[in-house]
C-alpha cells in the first residue's frame, strides 16, 4: 500500500512529488510564484470532494499560480472522499494552470500581465484527469446560502482549466479529461499547442474556449454521447476578449461523438459540415486522419 501525503497548504518553496507515495489536496493548494513543481513518473495527486469554506471557490483544487512550474513525465490527478479514497464522483475545485500571456478571469480565478514575474513553465508528457470540477451549486444539496438564506448561484467548475497562458509557456504534449463535473478542457485568453487530446464524457461541454487559440497536432478525441443534458457541445466558443480557434493539423487523428455546437465553424475538407445552429441537438460523428489541416472557429459568435 502507498504511503500517503497530506498537502493543504501552498507550496511556497520549490519540491518534488515522489513515486511510491499518493498525495493528498485538500483545501485550495497553489503553487507560488518562481516555485518548481516536480513530479516523478507515474504519481497520482487527489484532490478531496466537498466544501471547503475556506477556499475561494469553496472546494479543494490544485492552482498552478502566474510564474510557476511543473515538471512531470505521467502524471494523474483523481478526485476522492474525506478517507483519501479515490472515488467516481466530481465535487472540486479542480486543476488550474496560469499564465503570464494575457489577463484572463473565470468562477473567481483571475490572472493580471505582470511583466516584473516570471513566465509560467509547464511541463510535462502526459497529464490525466478523472472526476474532476463541480457540479452547478443549484443541483447539489450543499449549496452554500447568502445573508437572505438563498442559495448562492456560482458556476459550476471545470475539471481542468488554462488561464492567460502563451506557447511559450506550455509544454504539455498531452491532456486527457475523463468524467468532468462540468466541462471538460476550458482555455481562457490563451495560446498553448498539444500533441494529443482526449476527453471523456464529462457533465456538461468538451472543449470550452474562450478567446484562445488551441493547436492539436497528432490526436483529438472528444467522446459527448447523448445523456438527458441539454446544451452540451463538443465544442463551445466564447469571443468576449476576441476570436477561439482550435487548429486541427494535417495527419491529426480526429474521433467526434457528440452535438458539434452553437454558432462554431468548421473549415475543413475531410470531416462532414455539422449543424450547428442555435439549439441544435443534432449527433455528429467522425473518425479518422485528416489529410488536410482543419479548423474549427468563432469570431464573433458565442
Request: net charge negative; with cysteine.
Given at each position: 500500500m502507498?504511503?500517503i501525503?497530506?498537502?493543504?497548504?501552498?507550496?511556497?518553496?520549490s519540491r518534488?512529488?515522489k513515486?511510491?507515495?499518493?498525495?493528498?489536496?485538500?483545501?485550495?493548494v497553489?503553487?507560488a510564484k518562481?516555485?518548481?513543481l516536480t513530479v516523478?513518473d507515474?504519481?497520482?495527486?487527489?484532490?478531496?470532494?466537498g466544501?471547503?469554506?475556506?477556499?475561494?471557490?469553496?472546494?479543494?483544487?490544485?492552482?498552478f499560480e502566474?510564474?510557476?512550474s511543473?515538471?512531470?513525465?505521467?502524471?494523474?490527478?483523481?478526485?476522492c472522499?474525506?478517507?483519501?479514497?479515490?472515488?467516481k464522483?466530481?465535487?472540486n475545485?479542480g486543476?488550474?494552470?496560469?499564465?503570464?500571456?494575457?489577463?484572463?478571469?473565470?468562477?473567481?480565478v483571475?490572472?493580471?500581465?505582470?511583466?516584473k514575474?516570471?513566465?509560467?513553465s509547464?511541463?510535462?508528457?502526459?497529464?490525466?484527469?478523472y472526476?474532476?470540477?463541480r457540479?452547478?451549486?443549484t443541483?447539489?444539496?450543499?449549496a452554500?446560502q447568502?445573508?437572505?438564506?438563498e442559495a448562492?448561484?456560482d458556476?459550476?467548475?471545470?475539471?481542468?482549466s488554462?488561464?492567460?497562458?502563451g506557447?511559450?509557456?506550455?509544454?504539455?504534449?498531452?491532456?486527457?479529461c475523463?468524467?468532468?463535473a462540468?466541462?471538460a478542457?476550458?482555455?481562457?485568453?490563451?495560446h498553448i499547442?498539444?500533441?494529443?487530446?482526449?476527453?471523456?464524457?464529462p457533465v456538461?461541454?468538451?472543449?470550452?474556449?474562450?478567446s484562445?487559440?488551441?493547436?492539436?497536432?497528432?490526436?483529438?478525441?472528444i467522446?459527448l454521447?447523448?445523456?438527458k443534458v441539454?446544451?452540451?457541445?463538443?465544442?463551445?466558443?466564447?469571443?468576449?476578449?476576441g476570436?477561439?480557434?482550435?487548429?486541427?493539423?494535417?495527419?491529426c487523428?480526429?474521433?467526434?461523438?457528440?452535438?458539434?455546437?452553437?454558432?462554431?465553424?468548421?473549415?475543413?475538407?475531410?470531416?462532414?459540415?455539422p449543424?450547428?445552429r442555435?439549439?441544435?441537438e443534432r449527433?455528429?460523428?467522425?473518425?479518422?486522419?485528416?489529410?488536410?489541416?482543419?479548423?474549427?472557429y468563432?469570431?464573433?459568435?458565442?
Open positions: 502507498k504511503l501525503e497530506v498537502i493543504n497548504k501552498d507550496i511556497k518553496r518534488t512529488l513515486a511510491g507515495k499518493t498525495y493528498v489536496i485538500q483545501g485550495e497553489r503553487v518562481s516555485v518548481k516523478q507515474k504519481v497520482t495527486i487527489l484532490i478531496v470532494n466544501v471547503n469554506k475556506k477556499s475561494s471557490i469553496w472546494r479543494s483544487a490544485l492552482i502566474q510564474g510557476s511543473l515538471i512531470a513525465q505521467r502524471m494523474y490527478v483523481k478526485a472522499n474525506s478517507e483519501y479514497k479515490p472515488v464522483c466530481a465535487d475545485g486543476l488550474w494552470f496560469l499564465g503570464n500571456f494575457n489577463d484572463a478571469s473565470k468562477d473567481g483571475s490572472v493580471k500581465v505582470n511583466r514575474n516570471p513566465l509560467s509547464f511541463n510535462a508528457k502526459m497529464v490525466a484527469t472526476y474532476l470540477g457540479f452547478d451549486p443541483q447539489i444539496a450543499d452554500t447568502n445573508d437572505d438564506g448562492d448561484v458556476d459550476d467548475i471545470d475539471g481542468f488554462v488561464l492567460g497562458v506557447k511559450n509557456e506550455w509544454n504539455i504534449s498531452e491532456v486527457r475523463y468524467y468532468s462540468d466541462d478542457f476550458d482555455v481562457t485568453n490563451s499547442r498539444l500533441d494529443r487530446l482526449e476527453i471523456k464524457l456538461e461541454d468538451g472543449m470550452n474556449i474562450s484562445s487559440r488551441v493547436e492539436i497536432h497528432k490526436s483529438l478525441s467522446d454521447r447523448k445523456t441539454m446544451d452540451r457541445d463538443l465544442f463551445d466558443f466564447e469571443t468576449d476578449d476570436g477561439s480557434f482550435v487548429e486541427l493539423y494535417r495527419r487523428w480526429v474521433r467526434l461523438n457528440g452535438v458539434f455546437g452553437d454558432q462554431v465553424v468548421l473549415s475543413s475538407k475531410d470531416m462532414p459540415k449543424v450547428t442555435d439549439d441544435n449527433f455528429y460523428s467522425f473518425s479518422g486522419q485528416l489529410k488536410s489541416a482543419a479548423l474549427v468563432s469570431i464573433d459568435e458565442d
